[in-house]
């Protein structure tokens, strides 16, 4: 499957870091219902990615910009696991 991002790619000037963030961005808007449904989906040329929802039981500590620490109760996370092609 090639998405919009594929074809805005052909057109990006060298070195223009704003289309290639929006490249990324339609790449991964169109992957973004196949990747939320946690089963494997295809990158092509690139490899495989599954992002899936699990209950969790701990706590985080998050360092804000003023230097405080604040300690919050972790109930979800999502995995993300990424399977590379040889050729990649």
Request: charged share 30%; hydrophobic share 40%.
């Amino acid at each position: 499957m090639l998405s919009p991002a594929l074809d805005l790619m052909a057109l990006l000037p060298d070195n223009d870091e704003h289309y290639v963030k929006e490249a990324v961005n339609r790449y991964f808007e169109a992957l973004a219902d196949d990747i939320a449904s946690g089963d494997w989906v295809d990158l092509p040329g690139i490899g495989k990615i599954q992002v899936i929802q699990e209950e969790a039981n701990g706590e985080l500590t998050s360092f804000v910009k003023d230097g405080k620490h604040i300690k919050r109760r972790v109930t979800h996370r999502l995995r993300t696991k990424v399977r590379l092609y040889k050729t990649f």
